[in-house]
């Protein structure tokens, strides 16, 4: 899936982004980073670490409503064992929202209290988002807007166009959010963002991508992917992926002349359904094996 590397990013354009988001940072106290609840870490940027430093972090586990929940809970745990606060969000109902403005006072905690003993009496945390592409971004700063009241008035070193948004008394967020580039490099990561939607179809094999999804449907079994084909666990068994991917086809009527199974819509649908959950709430990354 070398195509991969083609999409989006170049180096001028990355590094004009990291200059973006570095001066952005200057404004802000803390980030709160976006990522895909189904791919903790293929929606995960390489060189956030070094672009953020040493600034308070919150990790948001975006699309928590198409993750396995089990996962996802592990997956929080996981990160809270390394000190990282986290929590699971739903961008598109606005589930988890709530628990943001809590999750950003954790995170802040020592740095307020250090500024409350010096006798500021309510410091306010200003934040900003990041994420990879279609991770959630503008989702996440539509609803957080909508509940809260924009601030027009200039800021010094804000770009124009910049607004803040107020989330609550002690806590605002800049209304732009810095777009990173996922780790296009690797392969496995780039198959994952795929799966998700996360990149283009055009410039893919659908049907590469396709077995290579069944390849992995095949060992986790989802239990409403194999009732939406009607599949036996023997038929996981004796097909490969393909042949899994030609009997999906024929099971959903999928026929070119000639009576050929139309292995390319079969693919797209496959796709799509993935992508919109139906196969399941599937996580397909788990923190015990970085990848699966
Ligand atoms: P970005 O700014 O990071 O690029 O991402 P954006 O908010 O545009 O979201 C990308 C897609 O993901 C959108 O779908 C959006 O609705 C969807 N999305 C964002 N958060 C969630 C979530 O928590 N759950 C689910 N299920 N979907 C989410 P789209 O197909 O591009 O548009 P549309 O479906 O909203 O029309």
Redesign the pocket.
């Known amino acids: 899936m070398s195509e991969m590397q083609t999409i989006q990013w170049f180096p001028g354009h990355m590094t004009k982004t990291k200059r973006q988001i570095q001066a952005n940072l200057k404004l802000v106290d803390a980030v709160a980073e ?1 990522i895909d609840a189904r791919i903790p870490v293929s929606s995960r940027n390489p060189d956030l670490d070094k672009l953020i430093q040493s600034k308070p972090r919150v990790i948001l586990m ?5 993750a396995n929940q089990t996962a996802t809970k592990m997956w929080i745990d996981y990160y809270s064992k390394q000190g990282i606060t986290a929590i699971a ?4 109902s606005g589930r988890g929202l709530n628990k943001f403005p809590q999750a950003v006072s954790t995170v802040m905690k020592e740095k307020i209290e250090r500024l409350k003993a010096k006798g500021m009496k309510n410091p306010m945390t200003r934040v900003m988002i990041v ?1 990879i ?8 700063i539509n609803r957080i807007s909508k509940q809260s009241r924009a601030k027009v008035e200039d800021r010094p070193g804000v770009t124009r166009g910049n607004q803040w948004f107020t989330i609550s008394n002690n806590l605002e967020m800049l209304d732009t ?1 810095g777009v990173l580039w996922p780790k296009f490099d690797d392969q496995i990561v780039g198959e994952h963002l795929a799966f998700t939607g996360a990149v283009k179809d055009q410039v893919l094999d659908v049907e590469l991508l396709a077995v290579r999804l069944l390849d992995f449907l095949k060992k986790l079994k989802p239990a409403d992917f194999m009732a939406r084909f009607k599949l036996e666990e023997a038929d996981l068994e004796n097909n490969d992926s393909y042949g899994l991917l030609q009997m999906i086809g024929k099971k959903r009527g999928m026929l070119i002349s000639g009576g050929e199974i139309d292995t390319e819509r079969a693919a797209i649908m496959l796709l799509d359904e993935f992508r919109a959950a139906k196969l399941g709430r599937i996580t397909v990354e788990m923190p015990n094996g970085e990848l699966r």
Not at 89 to 92: G, I
Request: glycine fraction near 10%.
């Open positions: 976006i975006n699309k928590c409503d198409m969000v739903d961008c598109k994420g592409p279609n991770v959630g971004k503008s989702s996440f959010p």
